[in-house]
């Protein structure tokens, strides 16, 4: 499969890079040579250095034989004209990264998609809509639905009051409680473990669960032991970015949201279109105005500054004042491999959310969701079996399934599922699989 991306930033590297492991032929575009050669040096990718929406630079890329096409450059102006101009050169799929919220209304993207953009993707968008699930289950530090809720995945961390603490999984107290569940991942440090029996679970692990949504509140105490559940009500936010804007949005109508901004122009524009939030003027480092607001009464709080180290500082001084829940938002892609280290409770990065979101158009077997885990080099990923074959035929003990990868769950009709190694797949399952990168190829030809 040719793949084009326009845009050799964060967003279009790390597409490449998630890329790199299915051996597809990519195509970088970027008018910054500092930027390829950075690519070339690190992915195995062509590149070509101009204007992506230059027509001689699209034949360059040979646009028409591009079975996708993928315009993520910082211009939404660039991006909407270079997928218009691919498709019209023979792309048989196109995706734009935009920033105007009223592109994404379905109105819009239908005209988008009569002009030849088939679809438009916001990192702003994805980004808080992921905070708005974090804060809605505050215990966790990843909650992910699958089929509307039939099947869900949670991470939480093991802290002094878990009793996994140096539990083997094989001895998980989990026949004591009538919990239907499986760890799919382990988190230690920077390294990802595939749970098997014999993993011993240590202080600080993170570990994360498939499970059916109504034992999400059981789970809580299952791995927090007697720390109380929170719920929240209070949450401050500093910063008045598009992505604070967007989420203040999202959060107003159910909690009471304070938000700091340092602009006083933007705050005036905050406050006219934000009315349930109350908006302050100042600085986000300024701890002081702060504890003046009320930081050390708030349940969770969100950094969402320009400023990657400014928004870590601030939540774990949150922290450190017993604000319960701490989100950042992060620039740099490899800040969000220690959140679990260094004590703020998630870090999220737009533009890895993004291209996770993008790259579920490339997949070659019948995906219906795909997600990625803060910190963790995998996919969770949901197939659907669409004819009989080996899958349908043999227990799951008896498949040929990659190490590096495990069956979380399947959803059966109506039925939520946790299965064991003497499970059979049947058509039309659903069914939830945790993969590290090196085994995507390998699960997606068992699938296809």
Do not use: W
Request: some cysteine.
């Amino acid at each position: 499969m040719r793949i084009v991306i326009a845009g050799a930033g964060d967003v279009g590297f790390h597409l490449a890079e998630l890329l790199s492991y299915e051996n597809q032929e990519i195509i970088l575009i970027d008018d910054n040579q500092d930027v390829l050669d950075y690519a070339a040096s690190h992915l195995d990718v062509l590149t070509i250095t101009g204007d992506s929406s230059s027509i001689a630079v699209l034949e360059d890329a040979q646009t028409a034989s591009a079975q996708l096409f993928i315009a993520v450059t910082t211009s939404e102006s660039t991006n909407l004209v270079t997928t218009i101009l691919a498709k019209k050169m023979g792309a048989k799929q196109t995706i734009a990264r935009v920033r105007n919220d009223e592109y994404l209304t379905e109105e819009h993207r239908e005209t988008f998609r009569e002009l030849g953009v088939d679809s438009v993707i916001s990192p702003r968008q994805l980004a808080s809509k992921e905070i708005q699930r974090l804060i809605s289950k505050c215990s966790f530090t990843d909650i992910f639905d699958f089929e509307d809720g039939k099947i869900s995945l949670a991470g939480m961390t093991l802290h002094d009051s878990s009793p996994l603490i140096n539990t083997r999984l094989m001895d998980m107290p989990e026949v004591k409680t009538d919990l239907s569940l499986r760890p799919i991942a382990i988190l230690r440090g920077h390294r990802t473990i595939i749970p098997r029996g014999n993993n011993v679970l240590r202080h600080n692990d993170h570990i994360y669960f498939i499970t059916n949504q109504n034992n999400i509140d059981k789970i809580e105490r299952f791995v927090g032991g007697d720390k109380p559940q929170k719920v929240v009500k209070k949450i401050m936010i500093i910063g008045g970015t598009g992505l604070a804007y967007e989420t203040a949005r999202l959060l107003e109508n159910d909690y009471r949201v304070t938000l700091i901004e340092k602009n006083k122009n933007r705050c005036k524009l905050l406050a006219a279109n934000l009315h349930q939030t109350l908006i302050i003027h100042g600085k986000p480092n300024d701890f002081d105005l702060m504890m003046e607001e009320g930081l050390e009464d708030m349940d969770a709080f969100i950094g969402l500054t320009d400023n990657s180290e400014t928004n870590i500082i601030a939540c774990l001084t949150a922290k450190n004042h017993g604000v319960y829940k701490t989100i950042a938002q992060v620039e740099n892609k490899e800040y969000t491999h220690i959140s679990q280290n260094i004590g703020v409770d998630t870090l999220i990065n737009m533009k890895l959310i993004a291209a996770n979101n993008i790259f579920r158009y490339v997949r070659k077997g019948r995906v219906e969701a795909i997600t990625s885990l803060h910190g963790v080099d995998a996919e969770v990923i949901e197939f659907v079996i669409t004819k009989n074959n080996q899958l349908t035929k043999k227990k799951l003990k008896e498949l040929h399934f990659p190490e590096t990868a495990l069956i979380g769950g399947v959803i059966r009709g109506e039925e939520s599922l946790i299965p064991d190694g003497n499970f059979q797949l049947q058509m039309d399952d659903k069914v939830i699989v945790f993969t590290l990168p090196e085994a995507i190829a390998k699960v997606e030809k068992l699938f296809r």
